[in-house]
Each structure stands twice: as structure tokens, then as C-alpha cells.
């Protein structure tokens, strides 16, 4: 499994997330959602089954991935996801560079520490209707160190219903947590499992991962 992209991108007062992921060999499509207050804002898919006649290659699908990413990223900075705003998107594009607009948000700087959450099971699947075992990590980005009593909520979001509270909790001494739960029966749709921390000495972190509904 090739893995996907994850980034938190303030614009105009709002945070967003976005996620983008390859769906597989057997579903060869490339999906980016856009989450803003733990709901999908919109998805962006690209089919690249004419890509892979001649074989699946992994170095390729990684870099369309990352292209898609950075366009999605860039689109937010310009403005094409601001409330209220009435300017042309062409407009805007045209006065930033993809560089310069992915390099401006990298470069920025932020007022707390930041912090990660990472999975033990990194290659773990979550599918409708499931029993889940959890166990992850809290840890400071720089230096690594375990960060305890960060409060992580497990949520359900999804584009047909509001954010579904699965479990929450607190991490342990060494930043561990661990729970178990289960994940109902979901109706087609997009479904993500959402994973926050949250640390009054730290920005927040969250991980999502896509729910399997077939």
C-alpha cells in the first residue's frame, strides 16, 4: 500500500485538512478530501487506469499523488475554499506559482510546538462493521519525545451525516492510548475515521484514514 499525504493548511481563519490517497490497483483512483470542522468540505478524484495498462508503477501513482496534493493545497491558499469570496479562481491562480504557494505555507511558522500521533499498526485497515484494536503514539515533532495527557477522539466523519463520536480517552505517562471499538454497519458513501489530539502546550494533530464499505 503506497502512502498518502496528510496536511493541516490555515487559511482565512479556518484550519483545513487534507488528505490524499491511492485507492489501489484494483480501484485506480488517486481521492484528496478536504475536512474543515471534522467534515468533508469536498473530494477531488483522478482516474489513472489509462496509466497502468502497461503495469502498475508505484514511482508513478506516488508522484501523482503528490501532484494532486499540491494543487489541492494550492487551491486553498488562493481562495478557491473562502466563504463569501467572489473573486475569479483563474485571477488568483495566475499570480502564484504552485511553488510559491506550497514553499509560503512550509515556511510557516507556528506559535505552539507541533505535535504527531502515529499509529503502531501503520498498515492497519479500518472496514465497515469491524472490530478495531488501537494502540498510538503522541510525541512532540521535534525531538520526539512522548507527550502525555494529550486528549485523542476517535470520530466517524462522513459526507451524509454529521461527526460521530466512536471513543476518546487520554494518553498515558509514555503518550501511549490504547482502545478497542467497533464500527457500525455504513451505507455507501465516503466514510474517514478521524483521530484528534488535542494539548494546551501543543497545536493540534489528528490522523485519518478512509473506512472500507466494501
Known sequence: MITGFNTDVKHGGRLFHVQTEDKG???????????????????IRFDYSEKIVDGFDETL??????????????????????????ASLDELLSKKTLDEV????LNHSSAKDEMILVLEDEGQEFRSGSKIHLKLSAMARNGG??????K???????????????????????????????????????????????????????????????
Do not use: C, W
Request: glycine share 8%.
Open 25 to 43: 490497483e484494483s480501484n485506480p483512483k488517486i481521492e484528496s478530501l478536504i475536512y474543515v470542522g471534522g467534515q468533508i468540505l469536498d473530494s
Open 61 to 86: 501513482i506516488t508522484q501523482l499523488m503528490e501532484d494532486q496534493h499540491r494543487r489541492v493545497i494550492r487551491d486553498i491558499k488562493v481562495g478557491k475554499y473562502d466563504e463569501g469570496d467572489d
Open 102 to 105: 506550497v514553499l509560503a505555507y
Open 145 to 150: 519525545d512522548p507527550v502525555s495527557r494529550v
Open 152 to 214: 485523542v477522539m476517535v470520530k466517524i466523519l462522513s459526507t451524509q451525516q454529521e461527526p460521530t463520536l466512536v471513543t476518546e480517552g487520554y494518553t498515558d505517562g509514555a503518550g501511549i492510548f490504547e482502545t478497542a471499538f467497533s464500527i457500525p454497519e455504513l451505507s455507501a458513501g465516503t466514510f474517514t475515521l478521524n483521530i484528534e489530539g488535542e494539548h494546551g502546550e501543543y497545536e493540534s494533530a489528528d490522523i485519518k484514514y478512509v473506512i472500507r464499505t466494501s
